[in-house]
């Protein structure tokens, strides 16, 4: 095999991981902490003094990891009950094997520490009791979605009229308006609360109406070699959606999975969610419960139809819900078959898996510095359950399947040239059947 590149990491002063390890994430921490603080008054409510006291003793214990991230303290082993702790602990012993030093917040991969950062905080609640399932980020998923109303109405307006007389839609009008929703799908990815450091960052224009204006900021577009896998006959056709944000985002992926079903391209769609809360915004089976409560709660007629279509396919199981350890632990996808070969093995009976967002772009290649231009099916090192693609906005200097030259021309073309890498404000649509 092939020697493969350095992982990102903090090690590399001025990387954007260095920048995320030294000031990003110790804020989203801060703002954990400042949650449980602005809450104790609604703890003593629902939980009496002892609630105040457990979000106190959590509160002390995020300000001791924050210490340790910001004073490169070794990493630690986990030592609550859930499920996942020797698995967080085997990596551990790895990491410390192949560094052959401590690892720690500053010297091992970004990918693992940040991943280490919101399993840290999680553990901070499993010492509690009452606060064991308490999301800290819950309030910031909610502000999200309901600040994306009227990208959300014009969206669910648009796909309605559109698809009102299925039967009467062309190949051609199906084609289109799945081109359409993936993009509007790839860029509902830029909405998400870790890149903002966990402030405001909504949906606000016409999801339908940006859609030219952004075209050009697709550098990899393989949405034809989708389109050519998801019209490929087949007598059952599951599609896996490996969702990323709650809120705008999380509808966008509704939509697109409801277009899927209403045209026939699929029959059954599989939705994987996070067991913990995660990178901020990424959507739990709660969170995404509640979204079909806001969109049937709506006044606005199409929106409430869907909201009750789609808590009706979760109940006839043409929508299926999956929670997995794997997708909140530090491995990347290339060890999935190794380490969760039943995960691998159900993802193998899809017809397709869409992979949303940047962290799951970072884990299906490994978050190494991978020059531009190794091909994606490369960057995979052997990890393919089945056709799969990735819709992803860039938030991390990170990149595979350019052209030669591609790089430099946007970087010597693009207005915000020095961050094109991790504003959000470039993306790619990549695909690969075959190693
Ligand atoms: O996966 P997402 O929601 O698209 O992005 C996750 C993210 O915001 O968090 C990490 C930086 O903190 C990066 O992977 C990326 O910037
Ligand atoms: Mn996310």
Redesign the pocket.
């Known amino acids: 095999m092939a020697t493969l590149p350095d992982s990102l990491s903090a090690k590399f002063k001025g990387s954007f991981a260095y920048k995320?390890v030294k000031d990003?994430?110790p804020s989203i921490l801060v703002k954990v902490i400042d949650v449980l603080a602005r809450s104790y008054g609604k703890f003593k409510e629902d939980y009496g003094k002892e609630g105040v006291e457990e979000a106190k003793g959590v509160v002390g214990l995020l300000s001791g990891l924050r210490n340790e991230m910001q004073t490169d303290k070794p990493v630690l082993p986990l030592t609550d009950s859930r499920a996942d702790v020797n698995l967080w602990n085997r990596y551990l012993e790895e990491v410390r094997a192949v560094q052959g030093s401590q690892p720690s917040w500053f010297t091992s991969a970004w990918l693992y520490v940040?991943c280490y950062m919101y399993r840290r905080i999680q553990q901070a609640f499993e010492a509690s009791t009452m606060l064991r399932t308490f999301d800290p980020f819950r309030a910031q998923k909610e502000a999200g979605l309901l600040n994306s109303e009227s990208p959300i109405q014009s969206l669910a307006s648009y796909v309605q009229q559109a698809t009102q007389d299925p039967a009467s839609l062309s190949q051609q009008d199906i084609h289109k308006l799945l081109n359409q929703l993936i993009q509007v799908n790839l860029w509902g990815?830029k909405c998400?609360l870790?890149?903002s450091g966990g402030s405001e960052n909504y949906q606000k224009h016409d999801p339908i109406q940006q859609l030219a204006s952004l075209k050009s900021f697709i550098i990899v577009d393989q949405t034809d070699q989708i389109w050519n896998r998801i019209n490929q006959p087949k007598t059952s056709k599951r599609v896996d959606l490996v969702v990323?944000?709650a809120g705008f985002e999380l509808f966008s992926d509704l939509v697109l999975a409801e277009l899927l079903l209403t045209t026939k391209l699929a029959d059954v769609i599989h939705f994987h969610l996070k067991v913990m809360p995660w990178?901020v915004?990424?959507a739990l089976r709660g969170d995404f419960m509640w979204t079909l409560d806001i969109l049937r709660a709506s006044s606005h007629a199409a929106v409430s139809r869907y909201g009750n279509l789609w808590h009706g396919r979760v109940k006839d199981g043409t929508w299926v819900l999956h929670e997995h350890d794997f997708w909140t632990c530090p491995h990347d996808y290339s060890k999935m078959e190794a380490v969760a070969p039943d995960l691998y093995a159900d993802l193998a009976k899809s017809h397709l898996i869409v992979f949303k967002?940047?962290?799951?772009y970072?884990k299906i290649t490994g978050d190494l510095k991978w020059p531009h231009t190794v091909p994606f099916s490369q960057a995979l090192r052997g990890f393919l359950p089945t056709a799969l693609c990735t819709l992803?906005?860039l938030?991390?200097d990170l990149i595979v399947g350019l052209e030669e030259g591609q790089a430099e021309r946007i970087e010597s073309e693009a207005e915000e040239a020095a961050d094109w890498m991790?504003s959000g404000n470039w993306a790619v649509v990549q695909y690969c059947d075959q190693l």
């Not at 967002?357 to 799951?360: R, S």
């Open positions: 995320t990003r994430i940040e990815n998400d870790s890149i990323d944000n990178f915004s990424d967002g940047d962290l799951n970072r992803r906005t938030k991390a991790v």
